[in-house]
């Protein structure tokens, strides 16, 4: 059994783990897996502690695994942590399942004790969980079942920020052959027996009768899991070179041209990358796919983000609490919003008389990038007034063209690139007017609610 300890050094050194110079703190159950990964840890030569949970659902049983697992350190001569745990009480009060609730509390528990550490000369630089290649393969299993994609077919990580599986390699009949010619003790958790949770129902009804007609399928799934880590590794960074060439950087929006979409293969695989960030879930995806063949002003929207089909493009913008983005395009459109409505369209200029109503303005369109943010104005908004070359803030415009403070909370600004192109319903910016040359005219109306 001497390989299996062999094993483990050469697992932790070739997957970087961690190093005998680290302080790691071991999550124990007191079962197969975490004895073993102690009794490993031990012989290896590691500085460790153990912590143990009791979530108090199981009576005696859970007193009896506490229990083991101070005995366990005490024999390993490490320090123990223990804490006691109102599980089905903070289940309720969260609406989780126990084995969710169970498992938030164990791990905000076990960081906790690692922050805490910080302020010592002890700290932790890791936690270990004692993970195995058949929960590997099960993981897998139920990720084929649940449709969760490429990034769940990897399975478990080894490692996963400061979480570190050591014991990730090894079956559990290695790991219980090793324990019983050491002649170790450990608990066994009789809920590990029931099939109503679903990986319990993969551990003893679906693999042994998968194990009938392949009885390596513990160790394929694992080597396929290695394989999609390699795969998923080389996906993600393809992904990203190919994002940062179709990604065009427009002030804090992102626009990716429809047409080169288009052109490539995987085009929903490029938008979830895009997008899953941001909110979009995979489930959304054909729907956005089928955003690039709709009107232009379409969008579909998280509750963050929204993205637009915008002359072309596909152009993803972040949602503001109180703010509408305009897709402004060729021909009619309006958008109703908290204090009215405003309506635009698209006119050509031959030298017609320019509207003198505040309510109404011609922008030259030229001068104007799309899409617009209609928006309430906020304290250090400036312009340049029409007919001004200086620029000035809207709080003294406000001032000195005596608005009320309640007419000031009413008051929205129109932008463009950063730039506000019209106070509306009072004036325009100086660089968007209409001028010798102007052909074409972004014709708005605003209607108030009021």
Same mark, same amino acid.
């Given at each position: 059994?001497? &390989?299996?300890?062999?094993?483990?050094?050469?697992?932790?050194?070739?997957?970087?783990?961690?190093?005998?110079?680290?302080?790691?703190?071991?999550?124990?159950?007191?079962?197969?897996?975490?004895?073993?990964?102690?009794?490993?840890?031990?012989?290896?030569?590691?500085?460790? $502690?153990?912590?143990?949970?009791?979530?108090?659902?199981?009576?005696?049983?859970?007193?009896?695994?506490?229990?083991?697992?101070?005995?366990?350190?005490?024999?390993?001569?490490?320090?123990?942590?223990?804490?006691?745990?109102?599980?089905?009480?903070?289940?309720?009060?969260?609406?989780?399942?126990?084995?969710? $609730?169970?498992?938030?509390?164990?791990?905000?528990?076990?960081?906790?004790?690692?922050?805490?550490?910080?302020?010592?000369?002890?700290?932790?630089?890791?936690?270990?969980?004692?993970?195995?290649?058949?929960?590997? $393969?099960?993981?897998?299993?139920?990720?084929?079942?649940?449709?969760?994609?490429?990034?769940?077919?990897?399975?478990?990580?080894?490692?996963?920020?400061?979480?570190?599986?050591?014991?990730?390699?090894?079956?559990?009949?290695?790991?219980?052959?090793?324990?019983?010619?050491?002649?170790? &003790?450990?608990?066994?958790?009789?809920?590990?027996?029931?099939?109503?949770?679903?990986?319990?129902?993969?551990?003893?009804?679906?693999?042994?009768?998968?194990?009938?007609?392949?009885?390596?399928?513990?160790?394929?799934?694992?080597?396929?899991?290695?394989?999609?880590?390699?795969?998923?590794?080389?996906?993600?960074?393809?992904?990203?070179?190919?994002?940062?060439?179709?990604?065009?950087?427009?002030?804090?929006?992102?626009?990716?041209?429809?047409?080169?979409?288009?052109?490539?293969?995987?085009?929903? $695989?490029?938008?979830?990358?895009?997008?899953?960030?941001? !909110?979009?879930?995979?489930?959304?995806?054909?729907?956005?796919?089928?955003?690039?063949?709709?009107?232009?002003?379409?969008?579909?929207?998280?509750?963050?983000?929204?993205?637009?089909?915008?002359?072309?493009?596909?152009?993803?913008?972040?949602?503001?609490?109180?703010?509408?983005?305009?897709?402004?395009?060729?021909?009619?459109?309006?958008?109703?919003?908290?204090? !009215?409505?405003?309506?635009? &369209?698209?006119?050509?200029?031959? !030298?017609?008389?320019?509207?003198?109503?505040?309510?109404?303005?011609?922008?030259?369109?030229?001068?104007?990038?799309?899409?617009?943010?209609?928006?309430?104005?906020?304290?250090?908004?400036?312009?340049?007034?029409?007919?001004?070359?200086?620029?000035?803030?809207?709080?003294?415009?406000?001032?000195?063209?005596?608005?009320?403070?309640?007419?000031?909370?009413?008051?929205?600004?129109?932008?463009?690139?950063?730039?506000?192109?019209?106070?509306?319903?009072?004036?325009?910016?100086?660089?968007?007017?209409?001028?010798?040359?102007?052909?074409?005219?972004?014709?708005?109306?605003?209607?108030?609610?009021?």
């Amino acid at each position: 059994m001497m &390989n299996l300890l062999q094993d483990f050094s050469a697992y932790i050194n070739r997957e970087k783990l961690f190093s005998r110079g680290d302080r790691l703190l071991v999550g124990v159950s007191g079962g197969l897996d975490s004895t073993v990964l102690c009794n490993l840890l031990k012989e290896g030569g590691y500085s460790f $502690a153990i912590a143990h949970a009791n979530f108090q659902l199981r009576g005696e049983e859970s007193i009896r695994d506490e229990n083991f697992c101070q005995a366990l350190a005490v024999s390993l001569d490490v320090p123990f942590f223990v804490n006691r745990f109102e599980t089905e009480r903070y289940a309720a009060d969260k609406g989780l399942s126990i084995q969710l $609730a169970a498992r938030e509390l164990r791990y905000d528990w076990l960081e906790s004790i690692m922050e805490e550490s910080k302020s010592g000369v002890d700290a932790f630089d890791c936690l270990l969980t004692a993970h195995h290649a058949n929960d590997n $393969a099960e993981t897998v299993m139920m990720n084929v079942f649940r449709g969760t994609g490429l990034a769940g077919m990897h399975g478990i990580l080894p490692s996963r920020g400061r979480i570190r599986r050591p014991l990730l390699f090894a079956e559990r009949t290695v790991i219980e052959a090793y324990a019983r010619a050491r002649k170790l &003790n450990w608990v066994e958790d009789s809920s590990n027996a029931s099939v109503k949770y679903t990986r319990n129902f993969i551990r003893h009804a679906v693999v042994p009768l998968v194990k009938q007609q392949y009885p390596s399928v513990i160790s394929n799934l694992n080597d396929t899991a290695g394989y999609f880590r390699q795969v998923q590794s080389f996906y993600e960074h393809s992904m990203r070179a190919l994002l940062k060439k179709l990604i065009v950087h427009n002030g804090p929006d992102q626009q990716i041209s429809i047409l080169k979409w288009r052109q490539l293969p995987g085009t929903e $695989a490029i938008l979830h990358a895009w997008l899953y960030p941001y !909110g979009f879930s995979a489930g959304q995806i054909g729907e956005v796919a089928s955003l690039a063949d709709s009107q232009t002003g379409q969008f579909i929207e998280t509750s963050t983000h929204r993205l637009i089909n915008n002359r072309k493009w596909f152009v993803l913008t972040e949602k503001q609490e109180t703010a509408s983005l305009i897709p402004l395009v060729e021909g009619n459109g309006d958008i109703r919003f908290r204090d !009215g409505m405003l309506e635009w &369209n698209s006119v050509h200029y031959s !030298g017609q008389s320019i509207p003198a109503d505040p309510n109404i303005a011609w922008l030259d369109s030229s001068l104007i990038g799309y899409p617009l943010l209609l928006r309430p104005w906020k304290q250090g908004d400036y312009f340049y007034p029409l007919g001004m070359q200086k620029k000035k803030k809207l709080a003294r415009y406000f001032i000195d063209a005596k608005i009320s403070r309640a007419e000031k909370d009413r008051i929205w600004v129109l932008e463009s690139d950063k730039k506000i192109v019209w106070v509306i319903g009072h004036r325009i910016d100086n660089r968007v007017k209409i001028r010798p040359g102007t052909t074409e005219v972004l014709a708005l109306r605003f209607n108030s609610a009021t």
